[in-house]
């Protein structure tokens, strides 16, 4: 054991079940992932003796983080000497926000022999090295009243972190895991207690969802079964249960801003036509087929985070982010962000942002990102926060470069500052015809011959935005397969998703993200996991033991929004990278064990497992 | 990969000139089994020669009774062949849930049943149809071809020429892909000759290899149907046992599978 962390009320919780009319019990693996990012981890390393300084190109999430975790904790430069390169990475998910040693001796080699050095892993060094995912064991118990009310829920699970704790390790199965127990459901009561082991195995850490997939998978499934237990609808038991007022303080740290649970449930049971099924699943048992239908409603907090709330519970960084807006002096604008794209398509999102705000075109917008000495300090990209805090910082930025945009048009428009508003790129005196395009306000600054009183030259400005709570993206997902008698097979009839991620900035992005975090999800829930044996070898460390899901393995999923705009920050957006990955799991093996008529089943639903758990052990 | 010469001889007799030159010579096919072997270090031949590209090896012709397949011929070439699907129709179906399309474009019958992985889908067909392979000195039967866990009959240096199929009266094949690997978690295939003698052959399913199933065999004689199955079970000892089915499971799937493949053959 390396610790055994606790949260919530243990007297309260151990009151409700004294008092419950009735308990649902639940034991279930969360099952151990490799992330398996496409581009592998790699770096360069290249020192440069004149200027005593080092250059990395390394295939990292957070450049800055990783500059400052390479000078400060491992005193391999300082911060000045010390330069750090991450340009369009290959995927990261998680498994790469962290300082590997691969990079480390890179750095030391390229000083020792007065040449750059290379390091580039294979796949399978990749899955014996890359931070794993995931890897609970969990038992929990929810008590209800009379009224199938939900009021108490009591959890125990052994977190395995591996061989050593990886950066962030420690925070995912504590405070991203814990703090989610209460989902999307008014539980009075709490209590978690969290016992983290070391094994001989590959370090866990942050993957995909963090903690959050991992509590959400428990308590959905814990519904399901409780429905099934109580005889009532799964739809049904969670409405009861659902916190329709906000915000709302969970007994678990988190408090929820805003959100509407009733309508993404709604959204999903009518996209699946979910009063159809029993005639659905009547025809295709009729046909020797196992149908059946699965909810998930999942919530999570992401848009990671207040910086003082996180130092408080011991985290070594702050989780603002950074922007600067620089307009160059022909009127073209740069936008460094902290921000950090891997797959993200940020190029597009944060052009965007600039691009409907100014009226200027996206092709006028540079994104500059993933290089330290390019850019001012951030925090890099993970926790889906590039939209909610990066994206806040830029806007933030921008409100400082529109403002003395503002000054400079009314000064030489000779017009009050009130009554510019900037529209198409230019800056208009509202009511009149009188404009000057953005480019030309940018030249007054830069010549600086004709500007206001006491005002610098330039068009330029800095922002670093420290977000007030948490963002919380929640939904509904629903899912309808059948399940192959003969093989214990499943396929796919349909998958539905209706999502509250508050305002859209891009839809196709949000679509991309959606589609690659059900296919993790469902990727979880029949087909990967990472396996040792007895004797702590990895069995699984190439694709040839390692399911990956495929476009095959998958269905074609129904996606839908409701919204509710967080009014966290000025966007009104949520964040929305990492839940399909956080709540498909659940709805797959609801649906299965429906299927099936055995609600006992583990992730990953392999064929050998449903057949087993249809025809029972030999 | 350690050092090796590698050779591109024009005709069978050149490439066996070479391999008895060499001191520790392979040959080449597709490459699917050879290279990432040689990759790992596993293997470290002294000379590689590449059969893949000698014209007299890939070919597909059928005539009279027979389907004669060249063993150069990519799985692709032999999933699209119209002498394919008209003569052995299960063939050309096991041949396009083979693998991927990238494998199929490089894979060779050849290379599949010289390597004998006790998870490749030709040899189940070749056991089934009772099919004989030619090399470059003689002719061996299936059945004696084929003699365990990555073992045949072949010499070393022997190279594989063609492969000859009797053509069936009904032929099917089905197969319950490995989730990852996609090989054969078990594959099945059936034949019904036109004398009526029925031949089932699994693959995937045992710890030796490719294996006939005298207990579908007979069932399936009497009535050639999917339900005359329904009551006949699979013993699974002997079968193998991993972390994605175990032998019980196999043994269920190796009948499931017969009946999918009788079914598909029509």
Known sequence: ?618 | MYQTTYHRPSTVDEAAALFAKGTEAKYLAGGHTLIPVMKQRLASPSDVIDLASIKELVGIEASGDTLTIKAATPYFDIMQSADVKKSIPAIAYLTSVLGDPAVRHRGTIGGSIANNDPAADFPAALLALGATVKTNKRSIAAHDFFQGLFATALDDGEIITAVSFPIPAKAGYAKMRHPASRFALTGVFVAKTKSGDVRVAATGASSTGVMRVPAIEAALKTNWAAAALDNVKIPANGLLADIHGSADYRANLVKVMAQRAVTAAG
């Open chain 1, 1 to 618: 054991m390396i610790y055994d962390w606790v949260l919530g009320d243990e007297a309260a919780v151990k009151e409700a079940f004294s008092k419950a009319a009735n308990v649902v019990t639940l034991e279930l693996t969360n099952n151990r992932l490799v992330p398996n990012a496409m581009e592998p981890r790699s770096a360069v390393a290249d020192y440069d003796q004149a200027e005593e300084h080092f250059t990395l190109y390394t295939t990292s999430q957070n450049p800055h983080v990783a500059r400052l975790v390479l000078s400060a904790f491992y005193n391999i430069a300082p911060e000045h000497k010390l330069r750090v390169i991450a340009p369009d990475v290959g995927g990261g998910f998680g498994s790469k926000i962290y300082v590997y040693p691969e990079e480390m001796v890179a750095l030391w080699a390229s000083k020792k022999v007065g040449r750059p050095v290379k390091w580039t892993g294979d796949r399978t060094e990749a899955f014996i090295t890359d931070a794993h995912g995931r890897d609970h064991v969990t038992k929990a118990e929810m008590a209800f009243d009379k009224d199938n009310k939900i009021i108490g829920l009591n959890v125990k699970t052994y977190a395995n972190l591996g061989a050593y704790m990886s950066l962030f390790s420690s925070a995912v199965p504590t405070y991203l895991y814990a703090t989610l127990l209460s989902g999307q459901y008014n539980i009075p009561a709490i209590h978690a207690e969290i016992i983290t082991v070391y094994t001989n195995t590959v370090p866990v850490d942050a993957y995909r969802g963090a903690g959050r997939p991992e509590a959400s998978y428990l308590l959905e499934r814990m519904m399901e079964t409780a429905a099934r237990q109580l005889k009532l609808d799964p739809g049904e038991l969670r409405r009861k249960n659902f916190i329709t007022q906000f915000p709302h303080q969970t007994p678990v740290i988190m408090a929820y801003d805003i959100g509407d649970f009733n309508a993404s449930l709604d959204t999903a049971m009518k996209a699946i036509d979910y009063a159809g099924f029993p005639a659905r699943k009547a025809k295709a048992k009729s046909e020797g087929k196992l149908r059946g239908i699965g909810f998930s409603c999942y919530i999570e907090a992401c848009g990671i985070a207040p910086s003082k709330a996180v130092g408080s519970l011991g985290a070594g960084v702050g989780l603002w982010e950074s922007a600067e807006v620089r307009v160059n002096p022909v009127g073209t604008i740069e936008i460094l962000t902290g921000s950090h794209s891997h797959g993200q398509g940020h190029e597009t999102t944060f052009a965007q942002l600039v691009s409907d705000r100014l009226g200027v075109p996206v092709s006028q917008v540079q994104i500059v990102h993933g290089d330290t000495d390019k850019v001012q300090f951030g925090m890099g990209t993970y926790g889906s926060r590039s939209i909610a805090v990066g994206g806040t910082a830029i806007v933030k930025a921008l409100e400082k470069v529109e403002a003395k945009g503002k000054k400079i048009a009314a000064h030489l428009l000779e017009a009050s500052e009130g009554d510019i508003v900037i529209e198409n790129g230019e800056f208009k005196v509202t009511g009149t015809d009188k404009s000057i395009a953005l480019p030309m306000v940018a030249l007054a600054a830069y010549t600086a011959h004709n500007l206001p009183d006491g005002m610098e030259p330039g068009l330029k400005e800095t922002a670093f935005y420290d977000p007030s709570n948490f963002t919380f993206p929640a939904g509904a997902y629903i899912c309808e397969l059948e399940v192959d008698p003969g093989t214990g097979k499943t396929s796919f009839v349909n998958f539905v998703a209706a999502d509250d991620f508050g305002r859209l900035i891009n839809p196709m992005i949000v679509e991309g993200q959606v589609h690659g975090g059900l296919a993790q999800g469902i990727g979880q829930a029949l087909l990967e996991s990472a396996i040792y044996d007895g004797s702590g070898q990895l069995v699984t460390a190439s694709f040839m033991d390692y399911a990956m899901p495929r476009a095959d393995d998958l269905p074609s999923f129904k996606l839908n929004h409701t919204s509710t705009l967080c009014p966290g920050n000025p966007l009104g957006v949520k964040g929305c990278g990492e839940a399909g990955a956080i709540g498909a799991s659940a709805a797959v093996i609801n649906a299965i064990t429906d299927a099936i008529g055995n609600n006992k089943l583990e992730m990953p639903a392999t064929p050998d497992r449903v057949w087993h758990a249809i025809h029972g052990n030999a």
